[in-house]
């Protein structure tokens, strides 16, 4: 709605005289001006760069003269309603002409930027690139900051550390943030609607941010529109936010479907996978459902007969189809794996079909080298030829035919030449994955295996990869992607970790061991958890060894319900605090992972309050791998020396007295969330406690209580009330077995009376 939202056109001198705009054009319009605390210099030009023949163009804010007047009015935004200023450069008649448009947000503290090149000249040109935003002194911008040292740039979409402005001289995908220790500063990305990638490069201690249009073609007579990139002067938090809903609205984010669980073959097995032990495992699940639920398997690279050829090789004699039907028999969703790209080079489509394959600017074909997995190599197909979109269409369209209900695809490179030359490569991506949207049908659950964000398929999935493959021997790697970019999860899809295992080492596993030691493991099996899009293992589970750390599984199933996300965010270039808070009838308690990513041992300090827990207020510390209360703190809590690669996965639970009168819940065990996915209420009267949990977590643990009167066990419904131990002065735990699966449980407590305060 917002995108057509009628312009109210006003008048130079009313809008200039109300206010003094914080960001603006300069008097004669070739610079933008932006005043902001902390920043002691902030100007900018713009300018589109474009290809005429064999010269390369620039028009501009400081190329061309002001074409005009600035023109003012105000629209609406997803964020409320913007006061615009619009400038066109370039004398009438000019063959080029620039428009450039600033939207000040009133309700928010923000602008974008956003640009359009006019092509009035009677020949075509290609468009590479829009500087939106140049603020380096020798393009004619400016930026100072008091101390570059104190500033971070912290990469949002790609794997790249955070490192401060003095050292940063990286051109960055996308987006990133730019903040001081105070909190000075903003977020820098792309809002849409859809047209092109961005950038944000440092360079110098200054910057620019940028548009890659790709040398698409613009006709003449035609005009072509940048992207819109937002400046965000909010504080971090509230400024990802902003952005990566602004996004979510303009891209039309999928998020209806919720986190999901199971199991995959890839780490199991790679690519000698076969259809005996897709089998033993679908049994195993079928057979074992208080331990696996009834989740995903997911049928990864090696059952195809070819690359291009996506039908059932001779290691699975029945077919597919079949296989697909066996796993809905054991009451599972069958999952399969494509790289709808990649082509084997027998294929005899591409032989058929050379044009449709991708090739470079001078007419080379697209070619990767082989690999273990793939020994013959690949030819790449480019989506963007009609004969392609058949072809791909019919790969994800005969998978849902066959049965299968989740699909995960990988290796999404498109290439950069295509058959509309007026598409840029984000074009491109969008309808590929449009494409294999319609084929699949809306119930169909789509993952984009990724490794890094990307807004190429935001609408079309329901769950993106963000980091890069899990092996056991590489969890730190995947630690620093998959913390920076939870922010996208819940936005724009369900972020997928990729999977964990269920202990550090096993002899039945082919893929190796978490090199870096337990505390590596621990530290990995638990953020997955939190993550909270998808929690998937990739082990031989029907093997004895594996079969005695089942319950691993069992505590990370399903992901995490609350949304997560990691503090320090834009003013450390270390991830240490990552979790939640989570608000319930009965009391509301944060779960963070503290997490130490240096080489040395050293203790991770955790700000309460700016965790989300009240000011003040003395909490319950309890850690999940020992099952302990560990004490309380207020304000802050510090780890004590955490070894390198290591966490403490704690819950932090407000108590007004350790005296309570009435028991409060501090800890659990069945679940990593430690409460959130495994307990639905905990209900106390005078006499009695009662506590009712959800189908999720281990068939057997414990949860501990804190209360001042006795507790005994009264009464339970579909599990098993074990005992009721005191543990130490006013400490109880619950001992609990027989979980089901698939139904919700309950106990009840007897409560005894309040102590006589003057015989204690």
């Not at 206010?19 to 319009?29: A, I, K, T």
């Not at 010269?55 to 190329?63: C, D, L, T």
């Not at 369209?397 to 049965?403: E, P």
Request: hydrophobic share 40%; glycine share 10%; proline share 6%.
């Amino acid at each position: 709605m917002w995108r057509n939202a009628i312009v109210v056109l006003l008048s130079l001198s009313p809008f200039a005289a109300a206010e003094d705009p914080w960001v603006r054009f300069s008097g004669d319009g070739s610079r933008i001006v932006v005043e902001r605390a902390g920043i002691t210099e902030f100007g900018g030009v713009s300018r589109a760069v474009f290809v005429e023949g064999d010269n390369n163009n620039v028009v501009g804010n400081r190329s061309h003269a002001l074409n005009g007047a600035v023109r003012f009015s105000e629209r609406a935004t997803p964020f409320g309603k913007a006061m615009v200023s619009e400038a066109t450069y370039g004398e009438p008649g000019a063959e080029f002409q620039y428009t450039l448009i600033l939207k000040r947000l009133i309700e928010i503290d923000a602008f974008t930027i956003e640009a359009v090149f006019h092509n009035r000249s009677d020949r075509d040109v290609r468009l590479r690139a829009f500087d939106l935003l140049d603020a380096r002194k020798n393009s004619g911008g400016a930026f100072r900051v008091p101390d570059s040292d104190a500033w971070l740039v912290t990469p949002l979409m790609e794997d790249a550390p955070a490192v401060s402005l003095t050292l940063a001289e990286k051109r960055l995908k996308e987006a990133a943030l730019l903040y001081d220790k105070d909190g000075h500063g903003f977020l820098v990305g792309p809002v849409g609607p859809a047209e092109a990638y961005t950038s944000f490069q440092a360079v110098g201690k200054e910057f620019i941010a940028g548009v890659e249009m790709d040398g698409v073609l613009v006709r003449a007579g035609e005009s072509r529109r940048s992207e819109e990139m937002i400046f965000s002067f909010e504080p971090v938090e509230a400024a990802t936010k902003i952005w990566t809903r602004w996004v979510a609205a303009t891209h039309g984010a999928r998020l209806h479907r919720g986190p999901v669980y199971g199991w995959c073959s890839w780490y199991d097995r790679t690519t000698k996978i076969d259809e005996t032990h897709i089998t033993e495992v679908t049994r195993t699940i079928a057979e074992n459902p208080d331990v696996f639920g009834k989740g995903i398997i997911q049928i990864d690279d090696g059952y195809q007969k070819m690359d291009g050829d996506w039908s059932a090789n001779e290691k699975f004699p029945s077919g597919m189809e079949a296989v697909a039907k066996r796993i809905r028999e054991a009451g599972c969703t069958p999952g399969v794996w494509f790289a709808p790209l990649m082509m084997h080079p027998d294929h005899p489509w591409q032989k058929k079909h050379p044009d449709a394959m991708q090739k470079n600017a001078q007419g080379i074909s697209s070619f990767s080298n082989p690999n273990p997995f793939h020994p013959a190599g690949a030819n790449w197909i480019n989506p963007s030829h009609p004969e392609s979109r058949k072809f791909l269409a019919n790969i994800i369209g005969d998978a849902v035919k066959q049965g299968f209900g989740y699909i995960k695809i990988d290796f999404n490179g498109i290439g950069n030449q295509f058959v509309d030359p007026t598409k840029t490569r984000l074009q491109a991506f969008r309808e590929l994955y449009a494409l294999y949207r319609e084929a699949a049908g809306e119930e169909t659950y789509i993952l984009s295996c990724l490794g890094s964000p990307t807004r190429g398929v935001v609408g079309f999935i329901d769950s993106a990869r963000v980091g890069p493959d899990s092996h056991p021997g590489g969890f730190p790697h995947c630690l620093d992607s998959v913390l920076r970019f939870q922010i996208f999860h819940g936005e724009w899809w369900q972020n997928d970790a990729d999977v964990s295992y269920l202990a550090r080492k096993l002899e039945s596993r082919k893929v190796g061991y978490t090199s870096q030691g337990e505390g590596m493991w621990k530290s990995w099996h638990g953020i997955v958890a939190l993550t909270g899009g998808t929690a998937m293992i990739s082990e031989p589970i029907q093997m004895p060894d594996v079969k005695e750390v089942w319950r691993n599984y069992e505590i990370m199933r399903p992901p995490g319900p609350e949304k997560s996300r990691l503090l320090g965010l834009g003013k450390s270039a270390e991830n240490q605090a990552f979790g939640f808070v989570a608000s319930r009838p009965y009391g509301d308690f944060a779960v963070f992972n503290l997490y130490n990513p240096g080489s040395q041992a050293k203790p991770i300090e955790l700000d309460l309050t700016a965790a989300g827990l009240p000011a003040g207020v003395k909490c319950a510390v309890f850690d999940f791998w020992s099952n302990e209360l560990l004490g309380y703190a207020t304000g802050s809590y510090s780890t004590g020396p955490l070894e390198p690669l290591s966490s403490r996965l704690l819950r932090f639970t407000p108590v007004v007295d350790p005296n309570v009168d009435l028991p409060v819940l501090v800890g659990s065990d069945l679940h990593l969330t430690m409460g959130a996915a495994e307990v639905a209420d905990v209900r106390a009267a005078p006499s009695e406690l009662t506590v009712e949990l959800k189908a999720g977590g281990a068939r057997k643990g414990s949860l501990t209580f804190l209360s001042n009167r006795t507790l005994s066990a009264k009464s339970s419904e579909n599990c098993k009330l074990d005992s009721v131990e005191k543990i130490g002065e006013n400490l109880w735990r619950i001992h609990l077995s027989g979980r089901k699966w698939d139904s919700p449980q309950s106990f009840v407590l007897g409560i005894g009376p309040v102590p006589n305060v003057s015989q204690q």
